[in-house]
């Protein structure tokens, strides 16, 4: 079956670093995209990772792990402006659908 | 990329009325989709819009319920008929520009309050 799981909230102190992690079980699997989403607003695109290993970009790094059905979403340096939900989702090429995780809200305290 | 406009931001609706949402995006998209996000959850697909023809719906959407034009490459919308308290929620319209690994955009939901 399909299937995406990610905590469901974390807190975190400005200035750390934070791991959120999302496992899958997806038919066709082609890749992982990871979304951010603040309160009241739509999600915004942060990366999709198709290969293994980990890409980087800025504060924001996101790993992938194919044969384990494992990805996470590293945020360093963290700011007060990054407390949002954080969304996974698996991209299944055989119909062309996202199936979604159901976020983790990230606490940012001071 | 793509840049997608909604409209209504958001809405008040009485019970048993419809709404039409509107989505147009800036650029020609190969696949545009209608999701629902509930308070304090995931997104759940309602229905890919195709162009043309009539929309491919999720398990637990029905035409009649949230019938979806899409007349052209740029253009969908969504109603949501007989409306319920139940069907309160944010509609989001979103697009991917090619049915590969490309992202996928959305834009600003439409919230709907059924009273």
């Known amino acids: 079956g399909q299937n995406i799981d990610q905590p469901t909230e974390m807190t975190a102190t400005e200035g750390a670093i934070v791991q959120i992690n999302c496992t899958y079980q997806?038919?066709?699997?082609?890749?992982l995209f990871w979304y951010q989403q603040h309160a009241g607003e739509a999600p915004t695109f942060l990366s999709y990772n198709v290969l293994d290993g980990l890409e980087e970009k800025g504060r924001f790094s996101s790993f992938l792990s194919r044969s384990k059905g494992y990805s996470y979403l590293l945020l360093k340096e963290l700011q007060m402006k990054d407390s949002a939900s954080y969304l996974c989702?698996?991209?299944?090429?055989?119909?062309?659908?996202?199936?979604w995780g159901a976020g983790t809200k990230l606490i940012i305290k001071p | 990329s793509a840049v997608i406009s909604q409209k209504p931001s958001r809405d008040i609706c009485q019970r048993g009325t419809s709404l039409t949402i509107q989505c147009q995006v800036d650029s020609q998209v190969t696949m545009m989709f209608w999701y629902r996000q509930q308070p304090g959850q995931s997104l759940t697909l309602i229905a890919t819009a195709n162009q043309g023809s009539e929309a491919t719906y999720e398990s637990g959407f029905v035409i009649d319920k949230f019938p979806i034009s899409r007349p052209n490459l740029t253009f969908s919308t969504l109603t949501v008929s007989n409306m319920s308290p139940e069907d309160s929620s944010i509609y989001l319209c979103?697009?991917?520009?090619?049915?590969?690994?490309?992202?996928?955009?959305f834009g600003e939901g439409s919230r709907l309050t059924v009273l």
């Open positions: 997806t038919s066709g699997f082609n890749g």
């Open positions: 989702a698996a991209y299944e090429d055989s119909n062309y659908q996202l199936i």
């Open positions: 979103s697009a991917r520009t090619s049915r590969g690994t490309g992202e996928l955009f």
